[in-house]
């Protein structure tokens, strides 16, 4: 069945680095584009970030770009993401979900469970 | 602030039939960009509920249906039932933000 696991959050400073992993199983990863997507405490979702399913295109939200850098890896079935310069409202639990295309089809067909970033000093 | 708008609550006693509404614009819904919903249940990741013209992932009831009309979009639930209290999303693509959107989500009450 199709998995995705998140990792890599937890308690980082203002203005720090921080590197998401989402382990994808159960499907043929080089096949789909996927999204990272967050949701504040007790907010709503908020679309971050995809990438196409050979990592040639990749879209950002206005409130990250510059900031924040997908990447993947087909070989090791894996997406990560690069968040640099954070802020304390980049504080969500991260999911990565699948999207049903190559590239994007712009909606999520399967998602993780999430992890837990939070930017406090 | 959302770029879709939902009613942040609605309710319904069981086997009654409940709506949500979902309001975007002429760069997502009313340019024909596909409406999709998720069902997020308490403490856990969303799930898709509904996409494109109304389909259906497998093991989704047909209780749930999707509709779409100018620069709205629907979600019926008919037959409610205890388990279907939970907080529910739809989402679009923004041609002039360039990525999905999402409505700030609506917690639906089963009474």
């Known amino acids: 069945q199709v998995q995705l696991v998140e990792s890599g959050g937890g308690v980082v400073q203002p203005g720090r680095s921080l590197r998401l992993s989402c382990a994808a199983s159960g499907f043929t990863f080089s096949s789909y584009a996927i999204h990272w997507v967050r949701q504040a405490p007790g907010k709503g979702l908020e679309w971050v970030t995809v990438?196409?399913?050979?990592?040639?295109?990749?879209y950002y939200a206005d409130s990250v770009m510059g900031r924040f850098t997908i990447s993947r890896d087909n070989s090791n079935n894996t997406l990560y993401l690069q968040m640099n310069s954070l802020r304390a409202d980049d504080t969500a639990v991260y999911y990565c979900?699948?999207?049903?295309?190559?590239?994007?089809?712009?909606?999520?067909?399967?998602w993780g469970q999430g992890t837990l970033v939070t930017v406090s000093s | 602030q959302s770029v879709l708008t939902q009613p942040p609550s609605v309710s319904g006693a069981p086997g009654q039939r409940v709506t949500i509404s979902c309001t975007g614009s002429?760069?997502?819904?009313?340019?024909?960009?596909?409406v999709n919903w998720y069902q997020q249940l308490p403490g856990t990741a969303p799930k898709l509920l509904i996409y494109g013209k109304s389909n259906r992932p497998s093991g989704v009831p047909d209780r749930f249906s999707g509709s779409k009309s100018d620069t709205s979009a629907s979600l019926a639930i008919t037959g409610l039932q205890a388990e279907d209290e939970a907080d529910y999303y739809c989402?679009?693509?923004?041609?002039?933000?360039?990525?999905?959107?999402f409505g700030g989500g609506t917690k639906l009450t089963v009474l």
């Open positions: 990438i196409s399913y050979d990592g040639g295109n990749k």
């Open positions: 979900a699948r999207d049903r295309g190559r590239f994007s089809n712009w909606f999520f067909d399967y």
């Open positions: 002429s760069s997502n819904i009313g340019a024909g960009y596909d």
């Open positions: 989402q679009s693509f923004d041609s002039s933000l360039g990525g999905a959107v």
